[in-house]
């Protein structure tokens, strides 16, 4: 999805994890076989070749696993396949995300500010590999290894935003409760609320804490991202049980604005937070 939104896109209901969201990489993987076969080369030499292992190879050709775009790229030099493979980049770089959440993960890379509100996980951008990987771990209905394994890649691979110039600004509100959960054991735990505190000294960066204890709070209602992209637009998106939303009317994207807003004033001042964080760290 672009910036030039045309109209307000429709609830995407939630079809399952138990892998890829579309056919893109399945014809992909079928397209990656081919174009090895027909350079008469084996999967572990293309393995050695791009970095991967031969299992890894089979997993791209069979469509069980998304490659990333920097193998794409390799790949398509070494087969010569003259841009082929890179052609799948856009779409197969879409398939790492569940379906619900393609759309926003578009307009997320590209925006110049992002805003989130946390009320059960750390937000995927401040989240650790073992967390990430602890977070789809417990999911029920589980998911399958490989399913897990491409979400924890496609999580970390979004923040990359932190290293793009010129520099996104983004905030974060989270409820206490989140950084008091014990998800994935200690040393989880740990490594989470250090990579907070690191995040946290980034100039473009505000992370903020909702106390347990507060007795005003302006959205009670759950999570929401709020998403301004390159040419002005703001978008507001909500996820829920097996369904998202982007929202584009400037009346809804106001109200979830103006929450917002009361949320940072209620919340713990940012260098507040960071201070809560450091105690937490202190007491895991």
């Known amino acids: 999805m672009s910036d030039e939104v045309q109209a307000e896109p429709e609830v995407r209901e939630h079809q399952g994890e138990s892998g890829p969201d579309s056919a893109v990489p399945l014809i992909f993987g079928r397209l990656l076989k081919r174009l090895r076969t027909q350079a ?13 292992s031969a299992a890894t190879i089979a997993s791209f050709e069979q469509g069980r696993r998304i490659p990333s775009a920097s193998f794409i790229r390799h790949a ?20 790492q995300y569940p379906a619900f959440f393609q759309d926003a993960a578009a307009l997320e890379k590209k925006a110049v500010a992002l805003h ?5 996980t750390v937000p995927g951008l401040l989240q650790t590999e073992d967390y990430a990987r602890a977070v789809f771990t417990v999911r029920r209905p589980p998911l399958d290894e490989a399913t897990i394994e491409q979400r924890v890649t496609a999580r970390l691979a979004r923040q990359e935003i932190f290293g793009r110039k010129p520099m996104p600004t983004i905030s ?19 490594g989470q609320l250090e990579q907070i505190l690191l995040i946290g000294q980034r100039s473009n960066v505000e992370i903020q804490v909702m106390p347990d204890a507060r007795e005003e709070h302006a959205a009670l209602s759950g ?20 369904s998202s939303r982007l929202f584009i009317d400037r009346s809804t994207v106001r109200e979830l ?18 201070a809560l964080v450091e105690k937490l760290l202190g007491e895991t």
């Open 40 to 52: 008469g080369m084996e999967r572990a030499e293309l393995g050695s070749r791009t970095g991967y």
């Open 76 to 95: 398509d030099e070494v087969l010569g396949a003259q841009g082929v493979l890179v052609d799948f980049s856009d779409e197969m770089e879409k398939a």
């Open 116 to 120: 989130f509100f946390a009320v059960q």
């Open 172 to 190: 974060f509100v989270m409820e206490e409760a989140v950084l008091r959960k014990g998800l994935g054991g200690r040393e989880v735990v740990r």
């Open 223 to 242: 999570r929401f991202t709020l998403i301004e992209t390159t040419k002005g637009r703001r978008i507001a998106y909500v996820e829920a049980y097996k």
């Open 257 to 274: 604005e103006e929450r917002y807003g009361l949320l940072r004033a209620q919340a713990l001042s940012p260098r507040e937070s960071l």
